[in-house]
């Protein structure tokens, strides 16, 4: 297993996705194809528990009459099979209410080259999964721990052709990895994770040692009084709070005064400072950093943008039809980003905090008010004091409301940016890089029991 043959090259879909165009009778036509190899190791009490690999190539085919609107979806690609979808579409279509915001369908698009596509990781087998999970579960025998975690991958193609000329075909691969390392009394957990294109980016035994070193430090851990804390918070607890920010930046949002980005009395906050000016956020399907999307599934292209520029917010995402409305071009879109970082060491961050908290990551993270961008969340696996510059004792989890614009208006050192496991799952995420940060009067509302 584990070829480009096991998912449809260039050729196949433009052959799918003309023939749909060919059958159609819509006034506009767009056939979305997604084929991919998907492989998953599961393991727990230090031994895998699950493995399994899922080849699935489908095609929905979205026909328009005037502005009436409608889907249907197969994963059969014969002829009869392909008629059959075509028409099931436009018999829907035909019965939908009409969709005042439906913009036809794209032409031709230029698209930029995004190299994310890696052989290692589309031809991974099974036994290489086992390996790398061995490189865990091996440190945590030999510390009497118990270790748990996810293991996923995915290679394949995705293809947009519509009725009005546009053909677009990417490759793509991605793997994500996590580990939960905790000891037998149930009193320490450790954590450990990041997102690759690469699978040969991967150091399963890093990342292992680091989440078993984190479960043997964050025994038996004390109270500490909530309220607002120093902390230095490590890279994906950094991304745990940007991305909700990040994920705010629709211009209709705040253009119809949803948003934390509405100006007071109309328009939006576009070309003002609102954060730290050391904090830049952009996103480039080029960047080899974070390779994110080079298309839409309606075969937008996407773009280098920089949302926010030494503090400044520079950009939001206009989708088409909101685009139409203001004027605009469409933007790209954030499907990964990467946030500039310092100079500043964890090791620094911590000599210099006379009292504060040392944060892993974010856990059960819920939104509270989307004006303020306002969330409520856990600190989990690994939250520690310190003293004098020194880590001096594991804590117990503490429940925070806090909002990434007060914590962006509160750095006082930055580290050099990483790249992380941005999402609460296990689950594949977008590329996100981010650096750690030493932030003051982060808002802590309550101790946790739970570990």
Known sequence: MGSTNEFLSEDEARRITDRVLTLSEADHCRANLSSAMDGNTRFAQNQMSTSGDINNTSLTVTSAFGLRVASSTTNRFDDESLAQVVRTSEELARLAPEDPEYMGELGPQSYPDSDSYYPTTANLEPEERARAIAEVTEQAVAEDLISTGFLVHRSGASCVATSSGLFAYGLDSRVNFTTTVRTEDGTGSGWAGTSVNDWADLNTRELGGIAVSKAIQSREPRDVEPGRWTVVMEPTAVGNMVNLMVNQLSARAA????????????????????????????????????????????????RRTTWVENGVLRELNYDRYWAEQNDREPTGFPSGWYMEGGSDTLEQMIASTERGLLLTRFWYIRGVDPRTILFTGLTRDGTFLIENGQITHPVKNLRWNETPIFMLNNIEMMGAPVRISSGESAGLTPAVVVPPLKVRDFAFTSISDAI
């Open 255 to 302: 253009d119809e005064g949803r948003s934390f980005f509405s100006a007071p009395g109309g328009g939006t906050k576009l070309g003002e400072q609102f954060i730290d000016e050391r904090v830049t956020i952009h996103s480039d399907p080029q960047d080899p950093r974070i390779h994110s999307t080079p298309f839409s599934g309606e075969g937008l292209p996407n």
